[in-house]
Nanobody, 126 residues
Framework: QVQLVESGGGLVQTGGSLRLSCAAS????????MGWFRQAPGKEREFVAA????????FYASSVKERFTISRDNSKNTVYLQMNSLKSEDTAVYYC???????????????????WGQGTQVTVSS
């Protein structure tokens, strides 16, 4: 089992920045690819970013590429999402997730992830 706890959400103005953290506990964190997803009111959950177990490979949704950066510190069992140049359309609940495989196949598919955090709210106001 893996427990995931997100933090760092909040209210920020358009153009501002936030850094989300996801602390993992339980089984060996460094074995797991990790992802960030988000869900806005009335919308489906969507992929934001993913990172492989070592942190060497990263993947982004086109809507956040060049603005968001995913990273991980396996010594701290934590994955991060640095969000810059925030827009109103980034407003959502952000979730981190972990999958029980080294593979990064279908990294954008939420069904491929086995563990989820409770989410943290990000609100971007103009």
């Amino acid at each position: 089992q893996v427990q995931l706890v997100e933090s760092g959400g909040g209210l920020v103005q358009t153009g501002g920045s936030l850094r989300l953290s996801c602390a993992a506990s339980g089984r060996t964190f460094s074995n797991y690819p990790m992802g960030w997803f988000r869900q806005a009111p009335g919308k489906e959950r969507e992929f934001v970013a993913a990172i492989n177990y070592s942190g060497v490979s990263t993947f982004y949704a086109s809507s956040v590429k060049e603005r968001f950066t995913i990273s991980r510190d396996n010594s701290k069992n934590t994955v991060y999402l640095q969000m810059n140049s925030l827009k109103s359309e980034d407003t959502a609940v952000y979730y981190c997730a972990a999958r029980q495989t080294y593979s990064m196949s279908y990294y954008a598919d939420s069904e491929r992830y086995d563990y989820w955090g409770q989410g943290t709210q990000v609100t971007v106001s103009s």
